[in-house]
Nanobody
């Protein structure tokens, strides 16, 4: 019954911004750490950002730190990713993930994934 549904992707010019959202259902949202990953054809899944269940702790990959901001609204079962100063290397399919148990590796049977939303940045 767990569902994660991403939205907000699209086509944007380099230097522009997009805001991605992920709405979760079928789980006790505040008990799950949440994360964003991205993937392009022929490449491995890449970690982008994560946030703790309370929203008090967050982290980013070096490639997006300072440009992207992750946040969550536990009252709305939503995690968001504000993406600023986008460049063509940010082009990817972006996925939302949920993980209930520490150390939150977002892999295997303890993780849930959405279907993704496409982000294309023209160069």
């Amino acid at each position: 019954q767990v569902r994660l549904v991403e939205s907000g992707g699209g086509l944007v010019q380099a230097g522009g911004s997009l805001r991605l959202s992920c709405v979760a259902s079928g789980l006790t949202f505040r008990s799950y750490a949440m994360a964003w990953f991205r993937q392009t054809p022929g490449k491995e899944r890449e970690f982008v950002s994560r946030i703790s269940g309370s929203g008090g702790i967050s982290g980013y990959s070096d490639s997006v730190k300072g440009r992207f901001t992750i946040s969550r609204d536990n009252a709305k079962n939503t995690v968001s990713l504000q993406m600023d100063v986008l460049n063509h290397e940010d082009t990817a399919d972006y996925y939302c993930a949920a993980d209930r148990y520490y150390p939150h590796i977002f892999a295997g049977r303890d993780a849930y994934w959405g279907q993704g939303t496409q982000v294309t940045v023209s160069s």
